[in-house]
């Protein structure tokens, strides 16, 4: 009887010292969550976007907040607040330096205006390397697209004659592409800036203000599958890290046009914009607890189907999407490139 009292006994003790180290654990994982609850319930979210709400981007911003909310603890409001402007400095310079950095405001920035930051960082007030990565709703590929009355259809006859192609600003794929065909394909595209956005610029089109335009390849049927189905466009070059057959097969790759080494490394250094894609930031300095909470619902909601349903309706990719370490690697890796080729891919996209 005394050896069976003391095996209860010892039992009894091993429990109870089970139960004072996971109540903590428990207890403080609890309370964790339900601070983060606490704070965002009531509060309003501001999604910050860098460019007009008027083509892509702002289809999968809105697409996004829509579902958003209901996966953040405590279920806040998520409106969104447009801030376009220098091909999305404006928008970066804000998050970076103006807006709160307790969680209520996130965003996405025009990814190319990321990889400014590395090749002007004199000219932006931000550094992508300090911001707090959400994640991507989607990779992105960029073409080169001309007007189906443009006087250069291809390639080619684009390196024989001159297209005017519409741009906004120099930190934006709608410069950057169309310097770098310019300087590494010696096509003679002419690039006409200050175009407040994608919308503009295809307004532009349609009147023959100018010939075509760089831009994401999502956009073109998000914002005008009437174009693509009346074969008003005419796609000259993609640009990404493959071939999207949907583009056409006969649509070359630009990184298969340039040679490898020095060429094919600035190809893909620029390209790290479309390797982050349609990217969701925080402010830097955001509690840790919040930025978890916010990579969990964006998470979430890449993985809702009633978002998967509405994004594959209006025709956005609800498949490559991407978490917030993975982005902060991209970021990470295209600040770790030497001064030497930096400068070199500075030169090509016509940054002075």
Same mark, same amino acid.
């Given at each position: 009887?005394?050896?069976?009292?003391?095996?209860?006994?010892?039992?009894?003790m091993?429990?109870r010292?089970?139960?004072?180290?996971?109540?903590?654990?428990? *207890?403080?994982?609890?309370?964790?969550?339900?601070?983060?609850?606490?704070?965002?319930?009531?509060k *309003?979210?501001?999604y910050?976007?860098?460019?007009?709400?008027?083509?892509?981007?702002?289809?999968?911003?809105?697409?996004?907040?829509?579902h !958003?909310?209901?996966?953040?603890?405590?279920?806040?409001?998520?409106?969104?607040?447009?801030?376009?402007?220098?091909?999305?400095?404006?928008?970066?310079?804000h998050?970076f330096?103006?807006?709160?950095?307790?969680?209520?405001?996130?965003?996405?920035?025009?990814?190319t205006?990321m990889?400014?930051a590395?090749? %002007?960082?004199?000219?932006?007030?931000?550094?992508?390397?300090?911001?707090?990565?959400?994640?991507?709703?989607?990779?992105?590929?960029?073409?080169? *697209?001309?007007?189906?009355?443009?006087?250069?259809? *291809?390639?080619?006859?684009?390196?024989?004659?001159? !297209?005017?192609?519409?741009?906004?600003?120099?930190?934006s794929n709608?410069?950057?592409?169309?310097? +770098?065909?310019?300087?590494?394909?010696?096509?003679?595209?002419?690039?006409?800036?200050?175009?407040?956005?994608?919308?503009?610029?295809n307004?532009?089109?349609?009147?023959?203000?100018?010939?075509?335009?760089a831009?994401?390849?999502?956009s073109?049927?998000?914002?005008?599958?009437?174009?693509?189905?009346d074969?008003?466009?005419?796609?000259?070059?993609q640009?990404?890290?493959?071939?999207?057959?949907?583009?056409?097969n006969?649509?070359?790759?630009?990184? %298969?046009?340039?040679?490898?080494?020095?060429?094919?490394?600035?190809?893909?250094?620029?390209g790290?914009? !479309?390797?982050?894609?349609?990217?969701?930031?925080?402010?830097?300095?955001?509690?840790?607890?919040?930025?978890?909470? !916010?990579?969990?619902?964006?998470?979430a909601?890449?993985?809702?189907?009633?978002?998967?349903?509405?994004?594959?309706? @209006?025709? +956005?990719?609800?498949?490559?999407?991407?978490?917030g370490?993975?982005?902060?690697r991209?970021?990470?890796?295209?600040?770790?490139?030497?001064?030497?080729?930096?400068?070199?891919?500075?030169?090509?996209?016509? @940054?002075?």
């Amino acid at each position: 009887m005394p050896i069976a009292r003391v095996k209860m006994t010892r039992s009894r003790m091993l429990a109870r010292a089970v139960l004072v180290v996971v109540l903590p654990l428990v *207890t403080i994982t609890a309370a964790k969550a339900q601070s983060v609850a606490d704070f965002y319930r009531g509060k *309003t979210i501001i999604y910050n976007l860098a460019v007009p709400d008027g083509a892509s981007w702002g289809l999968y911003a809105r697409t996004f907040i829509e579902h !958003l909310h209901k996966h953040i603890p405590g279920n806040p409001t998520v409106i969104l607040q447009v801030m376009p402007g220098a091909g999305g400095v404006i928008a970066g310079n804000h998050v970076f330096n103006v807006a709160a950095r307790d969680g209520t405001v996130i965003g996405t920035p025009l990814s190319t205006s990321m990889v400014f930051a590395a090749t %002007d960082p004199d000219q932006v007030k931000y550094d992508p390397r300090k911001f707090s990565w959400i994640g991507s709703m989607a990779v992105v590929q960029d073409v080169i *697209t001309v007007w189906h009355t443009a006087p250069a259809k *291809t390639l080619d006859e684009a390196k024989r004659t001159e !297209l005017v192609m519409g741009a906004t600003g120099k930190a934006s794929n709608s410069f950057q592409d169309i310097a +770098l065909a310019n300087n590494l394909l010696g096509t003679k595209f002419k690039t006409v800036r200050g175009y407040k956005g994608g919308a503009e610029i295809n307004i532009a089109i349609e009147r023959g203000e100018v010939h075509g335009r760089a831009t994401t390849w999502d956009s073109w049927p998000g914002s005008h599958p009437d174009w693509l189905r009346d074969k008003k466009l005419v796609h000259l070059v993609q640009l990404g890290p493959r071939k999207l057959p949907e583009i056409g097969n006969d649509v070359p790759l630009f990184r %298969d046009l340039v040679g490898e080494g020095e060429p094919r490394a600035i190809v893909d250094f620029v390209g790290a914009s !479309l390797a982050m894609g349609r990217a969701v930031y925080a402010p830097p300095g955001v509690p840790k607890d919040r930025i978890e909470a !916010l990579r969990a619902a964006f998470v979430a909601t890449m993985k809702d189907p009633a978002y998967i349903a509405q994004a594959r309706k @209006l025709k +956005l990719d609800a498949d490559t999407w991407q978490t917030g370490d993975a982005v902060e690697r991209i970021v990470n890796e295209a600040f770790s490139l030497s001064p030497a080729l930096i400068q070199k891919a500075k030169s090509a996209i016509d @940054l002075p």
